[in-house]
């Protein structure tokens, strides 16, 4: 990979960052197309997001991916919202275009094209989402959009979870939601659901990080947990040992990516080379 006075940049803005693989995937499609272009971490704390979005636009880049905490906060920086960000307030995708700053959410896009791969049915399907952000905001406006019949959504701040049925009824009013406690109560409505979605970044390692009570899972169900940084989960663990079909947020970020790839680079993504790339990196090769 060349840099040069004419590489153009691309990034991620959030806070913590070293976690991502971004970069990796994003690097890896630049270099197989052979486009001079670098993608990179952006670490921004809290409260400095404006600012670093401002940022962008001065120091010539071409766009940047938004992720925690800043996908909600980050649209009120923006000259304009386009799709599902409109929809969600959320944005994951920033381009720069004529001089405006524009957000996209490609989450709901990529979310879709995970279930598509992995043969996940939603039609008629109920869903718990576990966590209220910008992500979650996505994953409830695809599975409502792709006909799941009811989502139930657990945040450990009820006026979050609250704000994302509002959003949602809004965007698809035939949506069935319920809010539920975010506490080992809360979460016996498990064991109705074809699917449970950890939506934070929590339960990595530590059974006790989220208030589930993991014997709700159930053989056939689909668990699905969003951290992609490591393959396995103890939220994934507990629920393959109970029978529950698994996956981690590996297929959704690909996806995810490949549609942000295409919105700042207008190319069609080299999709197994960013898959072989992210694989290579979780894997520690």
Known sequence: ???????????????????TLSPVIHNAAFRRLDMNWLYIPLRVPPGEVGQAIGGLRALGFRGANVT????????RFLDETRGE???????????LENGKLIGYNTDVQGFKGFLRESGV??????????GAGGASRAIALALAGEGASKLFIMNRTPERAWELAALLKR??????ISIRAFDFEGSQVMSECDMVINCTPLANADRDELPLDYNRFREGQWAMDLNYARRSTAFL??????????ASGEGMLIHQAAASFNLWTGEVPPLEEMRKALSKAVSGD
Do not use: F, W
Request: hydrophobic share 45%; glycine share 10%.
């Open 1 to 19: 990979m060349r840099i040069d006075g004419a590489t153009e940049l691309v990034g991620i803005i959030g806070y913590p960052i070293d976690y």
């Open 85 to 95: 960000a409109g929809l969600l307030e959320t944005v994951n995708t920033i381009v």
């Open 171 to 176: 965007a698809t009013p035939h949506s069935e």
């Open 121 to 130: 049915g939603v039609r008629g399907a109920s869903a718990l989402l576990v």
């Open 68 to 75: 925690i905490p800043h996908k909600v906060d980050a649209v």
């Open 237 to 246: 663990e507990e629920a393959s040992a109970r029978g529950a079909k698994t």
